[in-house]
């Protein structure tokens, strides 16, 4: 044990030093408070044996600047006093001290001492070692707590992301009928267009025929017919409808077939289920995600495209999609007005990049390291979960990509992934 002995008596610091050398103890020495401070401070002792009168700090007030100190373990403090007054003594615990010894002293009275405050001393620090692994095992137990709401939290995402996966896969599978048999009948209905139009034509030739021949030779009951065929022609403006008929056709057929592929997209997108990794054509990919987006960008940003050739990706092409989306649909939400936001996709030796950038408002710097982070949001309460990049960040993990995000507050922010291709 470290013992620190205070005393300006050059005769009672050797008495006292003596005591606990015999007992096996180390002595640092100190002939004054502020020394004895100093000392404190620099070895922290686990004993201070201190007289109570000593030039420029006593006893009384180096204890309570001891107790008063940050150190980790506990210090015993004893003071030596020729002052033996009930008021004195009380004195003396009011400032910290654990023990005093009148003075003069007897050595064996003072080793008898020392030992009791060694005993105390142990116990101390036995329960500050407690302590301390009392603290470490809450704080991993706090820490295990939090990764567990964490992982929780992105399981019950997966859960809701399956089950809306789901849905819009039946809703899809509904979709699908109704325009299969709409796309069917109006292509049945473009080729009936078509023999109408000739029996139209057959029609008219026939009007004018008939107009241009001998009228007497004509009853007045066709004459009638005929005069009541042409004003009927102008009224509907029948070469207007002839033109107009087909295109009308050709424009609800182009409606059905980009309705069927926003379906298919849907489905592609959001199909549950698959846990089986696939060779995944990225560009495939972002043009399915932006047709299932895009009532989120179109009314904010313009999207400009630059797909490069690049190698397939092994994965799960619904997970990837979900970081294209969570990405897609921040940018929109970032820009305030009509805004930009650019995709390219480029191949880097093995590694497919793909980069995401909007012109919106930008990140915060100091928000920018925990962009990943669970739960971490700047939206308004209620408006985010704080998961969408966490996930983002743990799907391109799983397929041991990268994620990295730039941005500049008002000006726009940039997301790169990099994935390795095959």
Known sequence: ???????????????????????????????????????????????????????????????????????????????????????????VFEAGADDYIIKPFKPDELRSRIKTGERIVKLESEHHELQEELIKKNKKLDETLEHLKATQSQILQSEKMASIGQLAAGVAHEINNPIGFIGSNLDALSDYMKDVDALIAYYQKLGKILKKSDQKSLS?????????????????????????????????????????????????????????????????????????????????ATVTKDFGQVPMVEGFPQKLNQVFMNILVNAAQAIKEKGEIKIQTKKEG???????????????????????????????????????????????????????VKSVVGKGTIFTIILPGK
């Open 1 to 91: 044990m470290n013992i620190l002995v205070a005393e300006d008596d050059y005769v009672s610091r050797l008495l006292v030093k003596k005591a606990i050398k015999k007992i096996g103890h180390e002595v640092l020495e100190a002939e004054n408070g502020k020394l004895a401070w100093q000392l404190f401070l620099e070895h922290e002792p686990d004993m201070i044996i201190s007289d109570w009168m000593m030039p420029e700090m006593d006893g009384i007030q180096l204890c309570r600047k001891i107790r008063g100190s940050q150190k980790k373990t506990y210090s015993y403090v004893m003071l030596l006093t020729a002052k033996d007054k009930m008021t004195d003594l009380v004195e």
């Open 220 to 300: 007045d009951e066709i004459k009638k017919q005929v005069q009541t065929v042409f004003e009927h022609e102008k009224d509907i403006e029948i070469d207007y409808l002839i033109k107009d008929i087909p295109e009308l056709l050709s424009d609800c057929k182009d409606g059905t077939d980009r309705v069927g592929k926003i379906v298919g997209d849907l489905k592609s997108f959001a199909h549950p289920g698959n846990d089986q990794q696939m060779l995944i054509d990225i560009n495939k990919g972002l043009e399915s995600t932006l047709n299932v987006v895009n009532n989120e960008i179109k009314y904010k």
């Open 350 to 404: 093995k590694y497919v990049v793909v980069t995401i950038s909007d012109n919106g408002c930008g990140i915060e710097k100091e928000n920018l390291s925990k962009i990943f982070d669970p739960f971490f949001t700047t939206k308004e309460i209620g408006q985010g979960t704080g998961l969408g990049m966490n996930i983002a960040y743990n799907i391109v993990e799983e397929h041991k990509g990268k994620i990295d």
